[in-house]
């Protein structure tokens, strides 16, 4: 392995998005540091996409969702003196139900991904970045970001923080040379639905998902172009701007029906 080089590491690489972003990306020549649960699949990944791109893709198998393993993570890329300039924090999943009935494990756990994880990431490797002058960071969010949603409560809390730490990011980092990319999908064709519980709701049916290959696509797109949001469709640009007009009382209700 060349550690000279530049990386992107990106995590939740093993399915779903992530999956998409990592076979984009290599196929763009990037080298890659690729993190998820299952070594299995990131071993069969790494081989695939080093035999069909010819790029260096190191992998590490980690739960993120506990300090100690992302310390791991995070001494394996610093002894081995990987340099990385793309930081893709993908990892995430969500938890459908009411919160009072909730199991309390799965939801610590949700919280420590979604959002413990992803700011430890970004802390650890943006002094990094700043210091060379260029890189940039692609967050997935969700447009469950920009409202409440009851049913799904702690989850759409969980991309509410996404949203905003990014975009005070990208604020923080005007001039740097770094960017913070808030990707922000709708439904998307992945098992989020029934990992979360909800492969029933209502939301599923009314709302015809996108593919995990076009919203991968469209954020790396917007990324590579230091874009402050990846919001992918006209309909789902106008529904967040007509949410700064609607008030949460009119919503709250009917996202409750969309999640039965």
């Known amino acids: 392995m060349n550690k000279e080089l530049p990386y992107a590491l990106i995590t939740g690489a093993s399915g779903g998005i992530g999956y998409e972003l990592t076979t984009l990306m290599a196929s763009k020549g990037h080298n890659l540091i690729i993190v998820a649960r299952s070594e299995e699949k990131l071993t069969g990944i790494a081989a695939d996409l080093q ?10 198998a980690v739960d993120l969702a506990h300090e100690a393993e992302r310390i791991k993570l995070i001494e394996f890329i610093r002894l081995n003196n990987y340099k990385i300039n793309i930081l893709v924090n993908n990892a995430g999943f ?15 756990r949700m919280i420590q991904l979604n959002i413990t994880a992803l700011t430890h990431l970004t802390r650890e490797f943006l002094p990094d970045l700043i ?13 469950a970001g920009y409202l409440p949603g009851p049913l799904m409560s702690a989850y759409y809390a969980t991309k509410s923080f996404v949203v905003s ?20 999908p709708g439904p998307v064709e992945t098992n989020f639905f029934t990992e979360a519980g909800a ?42 701007f ?9 919503t709250n209700p009917i996202l409750k029906r969309l999640h039965r």
């Not at 007509?242 to 009119?250: D, G, K, Q, V």
């Open 51 to 60: 035999k069909r791109f010819k790029v260096q893709v190191v992998f590490f």
């Open 94 to 108: 969500g938890d459908a139900g009411y919160f009072a009935e909730a199991e309390w494990e799965k939801n610590e």
């Open 165 to 184: 730490f990014s975009d005070a990011l990208y604020n923080e980092l005007r001039g740097t040379g770094v960017t913070v990319t808030t990707l922000s």
């Open 199 to 240: 492969a029933e709701a209502r939301i599923n049916k009314l709302l015809k998902p996108a593919s995990a290959k076009s919203v991968a696509k469209f954020g790396y797109k917007r990324m590579m172009k230091g874009r402050k949001r990846a919001i992918q469709g006209i309909p789902n640009n106008l529904m967040i």
């Open 131 to 143: 210091k060379a002058g260029k890189g940039r960071i692609l967050n997935v969010a969700s447009l």
């Open 242 to 250: 007509a949410l700064r007009f609607i008030p949460t009382e009119f």
